[in-house]
């Protein structure tokens, strides 16, 4: 079977289970005097297709299935929820029992975690509470990043938040968005960053590419580590990570290719619009901004982190102690985020040692050597590009010390002269010139 099949096939499904939540919410069941029972899920081989070889390898039951397909149908068939858009004729409002929203522009029926326990458990307690069992956060459906429930209103029940699906399944939906596909931001607080490279195009030393492994694996087998090895009472799901190093090492470029790697987008908080005078307010932005990040299943992502993380000081003044109870306020968030955060800083020293203690992997991007620095060299001028006979880059490389992000500046300064020129033949004079900038950007002497 295609990827379409198995998708539709799964939908024909949810919508014969749907029919029959419907038929017993209404009390119209075939046969009063015999308990139907829900229509069984089609049978599914690891080796139809994409989704198909996800939903064994994950190991879902039915009522994981039905959960899945649930969030799945807005993107795919919406008018398979169109029933539910049913009113109410005695409130003339919909029923209650349905959960769910009407999009603003979607203008159909969008799930919400009311509307899954509805489906497996219409008016049944039990039933209802062993549904709910399957949104909540350690659960096989969230902890896997397969489906996510978005935040609920304040003071309103948690089965209230959206029902969505997650990176990984959406981008089997849609290919052709990319696995890193990030919605749009609504809170204004978030940046999506993308890189164009490849987790092969990092050019670091190994020590660096292991630790970056590791938060790999944690991403890929936490949900083993935690459930299938009963693990989870003693370890958290969240994962808390600090890039440090001088500017220009990589830590960006390292962060955008990691989300890459884990198939889920990657947020860049901008501080600019966090950050507040105004007491209380901080806090609350952070808060709509981890929350954002959970609902999509991204990674958080902290540049130039010592303007939120930095270490605490003496309480002299009210500003201290507000300052402070920032600082406070981060630790316990960080703490309850489900998901992954990285944190930038060109300092480790900057950072308070309270969130030192709290990080599960610390890598340091240090300035690279001369063997680093030359194959920074030959990829950063691509295939197009021809070194004149006079630029050794061997030497080059050797001989000055510059970061990534330096060289990269300078390869900008001399393709640029080049394409003037109108050729493609890169020139010693261009790139000397190109290091001397950057030299004295740093007040360096060359």
């Not at 458990?121 to 978005?150: C, K, N």
């Not at 991007?365 to 021809?386: C, D, H, N």
């Amino acid at each position: 079977m295609t990827l379409a099949n198995v998708f539709f096939a799964e939908l024909d499904w949810l919508s014969e289970l749907l029919r029959f939540r419907l038929r017993d919410f209404q009390g119209e069941s075939e046969d009063a005097d015999t308990e139907a029972a829900p229509p069984a899920a089609p049978e599914v081989a690891a080796d139809e297709s994409a989704f198909s070889a996800l939903l064994v390898k994950c190991e879902l039951h039915a009522s994981e299935r039905a959960v899945l397909a649930l969030a799945i149908c807005p993107w795919l068939c919406p008018f398979l929820l169109d029933p539910l858009l049913t009113r109410n004729s005695q409130t003339q409002r919909g029923y209650t029992e349905f959960g769910g929203v009407v999009g603003t522009t979607h203008g159909g029926f969008l799930p919400t975690g009311e509307t899954a326990v509805f489906l497996l458990g219409g008016a049944d307690l039990g039933l209802r509470q062993q549904a709910a069992s399957l949104l909540a956060p350690d659960s096989r459906l969230v902890s896997r990043g397969l489906v996510s429930l978005g935040p609920a209103g304040r003071g309103e029940p948690v089965l209230s938040g959206l029902l969505q699906p997650g990176a990984e399944v959406s981008s089997l939906l849609f290919p052709e968005t990319g696995p890193d596909r990030t919605r749009l931001d609504e809170t204004g607080l978030l940046r999506p960053i993308e890189c164009p490279l490849e987790w092969s195009d990092l050019v670091l030393p190994a020590s660096t590419l292991g630790l970056l492994d590791e938060i790999y694996h944690w991403h890929r087998l936490h949900s083993v580590l935690l459930q299938d090895w009963g693990l989870g009472g003693r370890l958290r799901r969240g994962s808390v990570n600090l890039f440090h190093g001088p500017s220009g090492t990589g830590k960006s470029m390292a962060a955008a290719l990691l989300g890459k790697r884990c198939r889920c987008g990657v947020l860049r908080v901008d501080l600019s619009a966090v950050v507040s005078k105004y007491i209380g307010e901080t806090e609350k932005n952070l808060s709509a901004a981890m929350l954002q990040a959970e609902q999509d299943g991204a990674i958080l992502f902290f540049d130039e982190a010592d303007a939120l993380f930095g270490r605490r000081t003496r309480t002299e003044s009210s500003n201290d102690r507000f300052a402070n109870q920032e600082v406070s306020y981060l630790l316990q968030r960080i703490e309850e985020f489900s998901g992954m955060i990285i944190l930038a800083s060109n300092l480790r020293m900057n950072i308070d040692d309270a969130f030192l203690r709290r990080f599960h992997v610390i890598v340091e991007f240090s300035p690279p050597q001369p063997a680093e620095r030359l194959k920074l060299w030959t990829s950063a001028f691509g295939t197009k590009l021809q070194c004149h006979r006079d630029l050794d880059l061997q030497r080059v490389a050797e001989k000055y010390e510059l970061t990534g992000g330096a060289i990269v500046n300078v390869v900008r300064l001399a393709a640029l002269r080049a394409a003037v020129r109108g050729d493609t033949t890169v020139m010693a004079a261009d790139v000397l010139e190109g290091i001397r900038r950057e030299y004295r950007k740093e007040g360096r002497p060359i």
